[in-house]
């Protein structure tokens, strides 16, 4: 892994916010972590890779309502040494000791598990250019309960790295963009985000071997109204209220049963459910199993 890359490297680490908007409640932005460690997500869903093994190959599984869509998303442990980290032992760094990464075509996850190589090129060498040996990789990532309203994640790199959100019909919701933070123990924030939740998927663009991202941050799990379950049963609402699992799991499994709570609003009250497993009764919360199919509705009056 060219996390391999020399200390010598020593590039500005500037943030700013760019990208196209599909409305004027899109935005983008990229925001310098001086101390990644102490980063806090207030988010549903968060993935930080500390409980995952080095080498790892997280494609194309779902993680918190995220899935690994590109086939070479790995995970990486700086505690091997193995990697040009973490900082203050290398250039990259991490929020704890794992992060993500896109190896190159061809890599050899059993080969790389016996292979402890030295920098890319010798601190005496000049510094390539990323046009010369660098060029870009890009990963995507697909939010499978349905678009978020924002995503971000934490990213160490050696040149300019992007983080782009996308309607569902790939139109750009807007891209924040991170320059060299790599030597410097920091890592960029990346964030985009859309108040209209319409960020189907994100896409991670950088240098080839020469950028690693960490701490997921979003609200992709956070389901929106009308709520679908995996069986395919959808829940509506009649009056002023609203519905919500009690509990929603990261990743659906086909039969189980999710507790759907009816939240009337203030001054009103439930009447009950029309429809599903909980046809005629009030009960609050239903169990819904994830075969159902059809459609279940919540009632609510005054």
Not at 15 to 20: P, Q, R, S, V
Not at 217 to 231: E, I
Request: with cysteine; proline share 9%; glycine share 10%.
């Amino acid at each position: 892994m060219r996390l391999f890359l020399a200390a010598a490297l020593a590039l500005s680490i500037l943030a700013f916010t760019a990208g196209a908007r599909h409305t004027a409640l899109a935005a983008a932005t990229a925001t310098i972590i001086p101390n990644p460690d102490a980063y806090t997500c207030a988010l549903p869903d968060f993935i930080g890779f500390e409980d995952l093994p080095d080498l790892y190959v997280l494609s194309p599984w779902v993680i918190s309502n995220v899935q690994f869509t590109t086939s070479n998303w790995t995970v990486a442990d700086f505690g091997t040494g193995n990697y040009n980290g973490k900082y203050p032992n290398g250039d990259f760094t991490a929020q704890g000791t794992h992060e993500a990464w896109l190896p190159p075509a061809g890599f050899d996850v059993a080969a790389a598990e016996r292979f402890n190589g030295p920098p890319h090129f010798a601190p005496q060498q000049a510094a390539p250019s990323q046009d010369d040996e660098f060029p870009t990789i890009s990963g995507r990532l697909d939010f499978v309960n349905g678009p978020a309203s924002t995503f971000s994640l934490l990213i160490s790199t050696a040149f300019d790295a992007s983080l782009s959100g996308y309607t569902a019909n790939g139109q750009l919701v807007g891209t924040a963009t991170a320059t060299s933070n790599i030597d410097t123990g920091a890592m960029t924030e990346l964030k985009v985000q859309d108040a209209t939740r319409d960020i189907a998927y994100v896409i991670v663009t950088g240098p080839l071997d020469a950028f690693a991202v960490d701490s997921f941050c979003s609200d992709a799990g956070v389901p929106v109204r009308p709520l679908t379950l995996p069986g395919g049963a959808t829940i509506g609402v009649t009056g002023c209220g609203s519905t919500t699992p009690a509990a929603l799991p990261a990743i659906f499994e086909f039969g189980v049963s999710i507790p759907v709570t009816a939240v009337p609003c203030v001054g009103h009250v439930f009447l009950g459910w029309s429809g599903g497993p909980c046809d005629g009764t009030a009960s609050n919360p239903c169990n819904v199993p994830g075969t159902v199919a059809g459609t279940m509705t919540a009632n609510f009056s005054p």
